[in-house]
Structures are given as C-alpha cells and as structure tokens.
C-alpha cells in the first residue's frame, strides 16, 4: 500500500534562510508527487507538483522539489524564507489503486523567526 | 464568490443533533471531495463525488451521509456524531476524478466541527 512519510513535525528557520522539508514515500508504481500547503484558517494551495520528466520542479512561491527515485524522496526547498511562508506543509502520493487519489503525509509545521 | 467555499466555518453540536455541511466550488469542475483532518493524524478522504455520482467511500461510517445535487454544490449532512469525529472538514474540487486531474485539488478553508 502506499505511504507518504514526512519525518520532520514541526520545523523552525529564521527568516532569509534557507530551507528544506522532506518527504519520503512508498508505492509501487511510478509516483505521481506533489506539495501542498496549509496556511492558518485555510484550505490546502497546491505548491507544485511531479509526474514525469525533469526530477527538478518548480512551485509557486518560489519553492522547488526534487525527485529522487533512488531515495524514494520529494524534499521541498525554498532558498530564502520569508516570514508569510509559515504554515503547514503536506507531501502527497497520487495513485489510482482504487479510483485516482491523493495519500498524504502528516505534515510539517513551519516557523519562521524574525 | 470564487474557488472553493465552505459553511459554516465553526460548528459546536450535540451528540443527538443533526446538522449539515455545505460546500460550493466556482471552478467548473466536475469532482468533489470530502476530507477529515484531525489533530496529529493524516489528511483523510472520506467521499468522492465525479459528475455527481458517488466514485468512493473511503469505509465511512453511515453517521455521515454524504450529497452531491449537482457539480457545483456538496453537502455532508451529520447526526448522532461522537465526540471523536471533531475535527476540520475540508472539501475538494478537481477537474475530474480520472488520471492525473483527479491529483490538482482546490480545497476550501474548512468546517471546524466540535462535537459537544
């Protein structure tokens, strides 16, 4: 069955740097990837997304993914932090085992520091 | 209105009463979703809904009944909940529910539910 894994609860960085949140996932098959973002009060914005091709995809945002078969990974970087990026973030898995959907991950709480 | 909205935005009911949840999505979009997100557990998929038709429940109990009078508008209609099923309900939307559109959701901002 697949999994998304995302190790890291809660992360904190302080504003300007740089940053790096992972995922690592399990399924079978050739994955379909993405991230998604939660700020409070809100409903989940799709910041970027993998389904085949270049293993580097751009967001929105400013943000940027990587594709990593060999890891089983989709680690989510940004290279300076603003402080309007705090919020959660969720790495999910598409698949169609049963009907095409989305198995997320549990998530990670950023924080930025002034 | 535009994208995905949700109301109520808070909602506090009893164990023994019956309230429902709306949902409206201005995309044009054809599936619907509906989502649990409780505190320190996963993002859940509880229903899809693709041109109005029922695609998937996801093992949800039956105190939960789900309705989809057309593409735009979805509803969750809740009695006798449990203390437990407090959480925040999140609606989708996607193009469709087939391939790779099915994956690019709009969620709207959610129902915080408690159950009291």
């Known amino acids: 069955a697949q999994s998304v894994t995302q190790p890291d609860i809660h992360i904190t960085v302080s504003e300007g740097a740089s940053l790096e949140l992972r995922c690592n996932y399990s399924y079978g098959a050739t994955p379909y990837l993405f991230w998604y973002v939660q700020s409070p009060g809100q409903g989940l914005q799709l910041l970027l997304k993998y389904f085949s091709g270049d293993t580097l995809v751009q967001g929105i945002k400013g943000f940027e993914a990587e594709f990593k078969r060999s890891q089983a990974s989709f680690n989510l970087r940004k290279p300076s932090v603003h402080w309007s990026d705090a919020a959660e973030y969720f790495c999910?898995?598409?698949?169609?085992?049963?009907?095409?959907?989305?198995?997320f991950g549990g998530g990670t709480r950023l924080m930025v520091k002034p | 209105e535009t994208g995905v909205t949700q109301t109520p935005r808070h909602l506090v009911m009893g164990m023994t009463n019956k309230k429902s949840l709306k949902c409206e999505q201005h995309l044009g979009h054809n599936a619907m979703y509906w989502y649990k997100q409780s505190a320190k557990k996963p993002l859940e998929l509880m229903f899809v809904?693709?041109?109005?038709?029922?695609?998937e429940n996801n093992s949800v109990p039956s105190r939960f009944s789900p309705e989809c009078p057309n593409s735009s508008h979805l509803f969750l209609h809740l009695h006798t909940l449990q203390p437990e099923d407090s959480a925040l309900y999140l609606c989708?939307?996607?193009?469709?529910?087939?391939?790779?559109?099915?994956?690019?959701?709009?969620f709207g901002p959610g129902t915080r539910l408690t159950v009291t």
């Open positions: 999910a898995v598409g698949h169609n085992n049963a009907g095409n959907m989305l198995t």
């Open positions: 989708a939307s996607s193009q469709d529910s087939l391939g790779t559109r099915a994956y690019e959701q709009y």
């Open positions: 809904y693709n041109f109005k038709e029922q695609t």
